[in-house]
C-alpha cells in the first residue's frame, strides 16, 4: 500500500494495523476526490516561481485535469485520496510527480477539502429546504381547524395552515443558520502546514479567490485548531434540524394512528409480512432513527475534542466520516420528508369527531375576560361548564401566516445562483489548456 510518509522516519506499518488506522477513510475520501484536485491546482496556480518554475506548475496543472477527468474507482492500493492522488498522479507523470505536494501537509490539504465539500452540500442543504418550503406553501389549502396537545393530550385548536406556516418558519431560521456557517467555512485551510504555519511560498489570496473562498489573514495555528470544531459546528446545526423534523414525525405518526385525521401518502407507508391490514409509518419511524443516529454523532465529536490537546490528532479523522455522512444523510431525508408533508391529507370528518369539547376551554374563558370578568372568575365559570357536560362555544383559532413565497424565492434564487457561480468556478479550474 502506498503510504505519504514512505520513505520516512515511521517506517512500515503492520498491515491488519494500519487498516484500523485507515477505518472508513477511503469510503469517504473517494468523495473528496473532485476537491483534492480543485485545490491542488489552484496551489500550483498560486505558486511562486522561485519554488517551482512556471513551466512545470503548469504542465503539473495540465496534468491534474487530465487525472480529474479520468475519474476514480477505487482507493483499494492507497492509504487516502492524498496517497492516490499523488500515487497515480506520479505513475502518468514521473518527474512531475517529484513536485506534486510539495511543502504541503495532508492535515491542510485534507482540512480544506472538507470545508470545500461542506460549502457544496451546505448549499445543496439549503435549496432542498427552500424547494421543501415552496412546495409545502403551495400545498397549503386545508384551512382546517386540528387539535392541539401538550402531554399528548388534547390542548387547544389549531389550523393546519398555521402549523405548516410553523414549519415555513423554522426553515428560514435554518437556511439563515447555514448561511452563517458556510460564512464561516468560507476560508482556506491551505497555508498551515501541519499546524504550525506553511514553509511554501505561495499566494494564498490568488489561491482563495481560484477556489472562490474568502481571505483573511488569520492565525495558521487558529486555523489548524478548527479541524473537528468544522465538523462539530456543522452536525450540531443538522441535529438541530432533524431533532425539530424528528418530533414533527411523531405527530404525523400519532395523528394518522387511531386519531385518524390525517392520511400519511401511500408511498410512505409499508406493510406487514404477516398482518394483511397494517399501514406502518415506516419512514418516520426511520426519520426518527435516522435524527437519533445523526444527533449522537455531535457527541461523538465533542468527546473526540475532549480532552485533546491542540493540533491535529489521527482519531479526528471519524469527525470527517460523521460530518459527510451526516450532511449527505440529512439532505436526503429532508426532501422525502419535505415530500410527505406536501402530501398529506385532512380528513374533516375524523377531527369533528375526535375534538374533545373542552378544546375550546380557553378561548370562552378569554371572551368572558373581554366582557370584563375577571380572569380567575372566568377560568373558573368554564371549568365548572366542563365538568358539568356543558356545551362551549366554538371559537376558531387564528391562522398564522407568516412566510410568503416571494421571501423563499428570493432566497431560493440567491441560492441557486451561488450554486452556479461556484459549478463555474471550478470548471474553470478544470478545463483542459
Request: no cysteine; charged share 25%; proline share 2%.
Amino acid at each position: 500500500m502506498r503510504n505519504l510518509w514512505n520513505g520516512g522516519a515511521a517506517g512500515d506499518g503492520e498491515k491488519r494495523a494500519q487498516e484500523l488506522i485507515i477505518g472508513e477513510d477511503k469510503k469517504y475520501d473517494k468523495v473528496l476526490f473532485k476537491y483534492e484536485i480543485l485545490s491542488l491546482i489552484a496551489y500550483h496556480m498560486s505558486l511562486h516561481d522561485d519554488l517551482i518554475e512556471s513551466k512545470i506548475r503548469y504542465e503539473i496543472v495540465d496534468g491534474l485535469r487530465k487525472l480529474y477527468w479520468e475519474g476514480i474507482e477505487s482507493l483499494d492500493n492507497y492509504e487516502d485520496i492524498h496517497s492516490y492522488v499523488e500515487g497515480e498522479f506520479s505513475k502518468k507523470f514521473p518527474e512531475l510527480g517529484k513536485y506534486l505536494r510539495i511543502l504541503l501537509s495532508r492535515n491542510e490539504q485534507v482540512h480544506n477539502d472538507i470545508r470545500l465539500f461542506l460549502i457544496d452540500e451546505l448549499l445543496n442543504l439549503q435549496k432542498i429546504i427552500l424547494e421543501g418550503s415552496i412546495k409545502l406553501l403551495e400545498s397549503e389549502n386545508q384551512d382546517i381547524t386540528i387539535p392541539g396537545y401538550t402531554h399528548y393530550r388534547q390542548a387547544m385548536p389549531i389550523k393546519w395552515n398555521s402549523y405548516v406556516d410553523m414549519l415555513l418558519g423554522f426553515n428560514v431560521l435554518a437556511v439563515k443558520n447555514i448561511d452563517y456557517l458556510i460564512n464561516l467555512l468560507s476560508y482556506p485551510a491551505y497555508g498551515y502546514g501541519s499546524g504550525f504555519g506553511s514553509l511554501s511560498k505561495f499566494d494564498i489570496e490568488k489561491f482563495s479567490n481560484l477556489l472562490g473562498m474568502k481571505f483573511a489573514n488569520q492565525n495558521p495555528l487558529l486555523l489548524a485548531n478548527l479541524r473537528g470544531m468544522d465538523e462539530l459546528n456543522s452536525v450540531q446545526l443538522i441535529s438541530n434540524i432533524m431533532l425539530f423534523y424528528s418530533r414533527i414525525s411523531i405527530d404525523l405518526i400519532l395523528w394518522s394512528s387511531e386519531f385518524g385525521f390525517i392520511e400519511i401518502p401511500s408511498e410512505y407507508i409499508t406493510g406487514s409480512s404477516l398482518m394483511p391490514n397494517k399501514r406502518n409509518p415506516d419512514f418516520l419511524e426511520m426519520f426518527m432513527g435516522y435524527s437519533a443516529e445523526l444527533i449522537s454523532n455531535e457527541h461523538l465529536i465533542q468527546n473526540l475534542l475532549l480532552g485533546k490537546g491542540t493540533f491535529y490528532h489521527r482519531e479526528f479523522q471519524m469527525a470527517k466520516w460523521k460530518v459527510m455522512d451526516a450532511v449527505m444523510k440529512s439532505s436526503s431525508l429532508l426532501y422525502y420528508l419535505f415530500d410527505l408533508l406536501s402530501k398529506v391529507e385532512i380528513n374533516s370528518e375524523a377531527v369533528q369527531k375526535i375534538m374533545n369539547k373542552s378544546i375550546y376551554a380557553t378561548q370562552n374563558s378569554a371572551k368572558l375576560v373581554y366582557k370584563g370578568v375577571s380572569w380567575k372568575e372566568s377560568y373558573e365559570i368554564i371549568g365548572n361548564k366542563i365538568l358539568a357536560g356543558d356545551e362551549l362555544e366554538k371559537i376558531e383559532p387564528i391562522t398564522y401566516k407568516t412566510i410568503d413565497k416571494k421571501l423563499l424565492m428570493e432566497k431560493l434564487n440567491e441560492v441557486n445562483n451561488e450554486v452556479e457561480r461556484r459549478k463555474s468556478i471550478y470548471s474553470l479550474l478544470l478545463k483542459s489548456t
